[in-house]
C-alpha cells in the first residue's frame, strides 16, 4: 500500500514557515484558489510544480507527497530471511549496512520496522564488539519506541513493549524492564472457545477445530517454555527444581514437541542438564544432555513448523504467521549457539573428562560442520 498525504504536507510546512495562501500562491505563480483546493485536496498541484514546491519547502518530491513506502508481510519476511542468511554467512558490519538502508527507506512501515528490531534482537550478540552491540541495542530501543508513539496498531505495539523490554534486559535495565512490563501480567481471557462456538453454530466445524488446535498449541508451548525458565530460576534448590522436572518432562514428551517444535524440546532437555549438574547429579545430567543434542538434531534446514497426527489442522496457520513458518535466526548462528551453550556454561565441567561428554561435543561438532 502507498498512501499519498501531499494536502497535509503542503498545510503542515506552509505553516511551519508561517506564510499565508496568498504568499505561497504568489511564490509558486498560482492563484489562492489553487492553493486551497491543494491543501483540501480538491485537486493536487501540477507534476511541473512539484519540484519548486519541494524546494520551497527544502524537502524531496517523495517527502512533499507524502509518499510513505509500505510492504506486505510476504515482502517482510523475504528481507527478513535474506538479512537473518547474511548475518550466518558476511561481516556483521555488511549485514549492518543492509538493515540500516532498509529501515530508513522503509522508516514509515511499522511491521518492517518491528521486525527488524526483532531481526537485530536475535544477531546483536554477533557485533565485534561491545561498543557497537550496545548501539544495535539501542538501535532496538528507538524502533521500539517509534513504533510505539507513531503506529496506530494496538498489536503491533504490544510486540514493540515485549521487545523494548527484551532488549532492556540485555543492557542490564531492570528497573526499566519492570517500568515497561510490570502490571502487564493478567489473567488470561481467550476468546478461542467462543469464537470456535461460533464457527460451530454456523455449520463451520472444520474452522471451530481450527481455532481450538491452535490455541492448545499455543498454551502447550508457552507452558513448556514458561517452564524451561521457571526451572532456572529455581535450579538451585534441588528439591523444587525436581518437583517442576517431573511435571514438565512428561508433559513435553507426551504432546511430542520433539516432533513438533525441537528448539522448544532442546530448552526443556538443556535446563534440566543445567540443573541436575548443579546438583552433582552428573549421569542424569548427561542423559539430558543426550537428549538435548537429539532435539537439536531435529532442526535439519530449511526447517519448517509443522503440525502432527494430532494438531493436524495448524499448518496454514503457520503460513500466516509475520515471517512464516521458519525460524528466525540463520542456520549457522543456530547451531553455533547450540555447541557454546554446553562447551561455555560452568556448571558442566566437572564431565568435561566423561567420555559420554566428549561424544556429546564430538556429536554436535559433527552436525555442525557436516550440515
Known amino acids: 500500500m502507498k498512501e499519498i498525504n501531499i494536502a497535509k504536507i503542503i498545510v503542515m510546512k506552509r505553516k511551519e514557515k508561517r506564510i499565508t ?43 512533499l507527497l507524502g509518499y510513505l513506502p509500505q510492504l506486505d508481510k510476504e515482502e517482510i519476511g523475504r528481507i527478513y530471511h535474506k538479512l537473518a542468511d547474511d548475518f550466518g554467512e558476511k561481516p556483521f558490519d555488511e ?32 557485533a565485534t564488539s561491545e561498543e557497537k552491540k550496545k548501539e544495535v541495542l539501542e538501535k532496538i530501543i528507538t524502533l521500539c519506541r517509534r513504533v510505539k508513539a507513531e ?30 512490563l ?30 481450538l488446535q491452535i490455541s492448545m498449541y499455543q498454551h502447550v508451548l508457552s507452558f513448556i517454555s514458561t517452564g524451561a525458565s521457571y526451572l532456572m ?25 520433539i516432533e513438533l517444535n525441537p528448539n522448544v ?16 547429579k552428573y549421569d542424569r545430567s548427561l542423559e539430558m544432555l543426550k537428549a538435548y543434542v537429539r532435539a537439536c538434531k531435529k532442526l535439519i534446514y530449511p526447517f519448517e513448523l509443522h503440525g502432527d497426527e494430532f494438531f493436524d489442522r495448524i499448518g496454514e496457520w503457520f503460513k500466516e504467521l509475520d515471517l512464516g513458518s521458519g525460524p528466525p535466526r540463520s542456520e549457522k548462528v543456530v547451531k553455533e549457539g ?4 554446553v562447551t561455555m556454561n560452568p556448571v558442566f565441567t566437572p564431565l568435561y573428562n566423561e567420555v559420554g561428554y566428549k561424544n556429546i561435543i564430538s556429536e554436535l561438532n559433527e552436525f555442525i560442520g557436516g550440515n
Not at 265 to 280: D, E, I, S, W
Request: hydrophobic share 45%.
Open 21 to 63: 495562501q496568498d504568499a505561497l500562491a504568489d511564490y509558486i505563480g498560482v492563484t489562492k484558489a489553487s492553493v486551497s483546493k491543494w491543501e483540501t485536496g480538491q485537486s493536487y498541484p501540477d507534476i511541473t510544480i512539484l519540484p519548486k514546491l519541494a524546494t520551497y519547502f527544502n524537502i524531496t518530491i517523495d517527502e
Open 95 to 126: 549485514v549492518m549496512v543492509k538493515v540500516d538502508a532498509i529501515i530508513e527507506k522503509y522508516y514509515s512501515c511499522f511491521p518492517l520496522l518491528i521486525q527488524m528490531a526483532l531481526l537485530l534482537l536475535n544477531h546483536h550478540m554477533l
Open 151 to 180: 503506529g496506530d496498531d494496538v498489536w503491533l505495539a504490544g510486540q514493540a513493549n515485549s521487545f523494548e523490554a527484551m532488549t532492556q534486559m540485555v543492557l542490564g535495565d531492570s528497573i526499566e524492564v519492570l517500568d515497561l
Open 182 to 211: 510490570e502490571g502487564t501480567i493478567k489473567p488470561v481471557v481467550g476468546d478461542e472457545v467462543t469464537l470456535a462456538g461460533a464457527y460451530q453454530s454456523i455449520g463451520e466445524l472444520d474452522k471451530a477445530k481450527s481455532v
Open 233 to 257: 530460576l529455581e535450579a538451585a534448590d534441588e528439591e523444587t527444581f525436581s518437583r517442576g522436572l517431573e511435571r514438565l518432562l512428561p508433559v513435553a514428551e507426551s504432546m511430542k514437541l
Open 265 to 280: 524440546m532442546a530448552q526443556v532437555y538443556y535446563t534440566a542438564a543445567n540443573g541436575l549438574a548443579m546438583h552433582g
Open 338 to 341: 547450540m555447541l557454546q551453550a
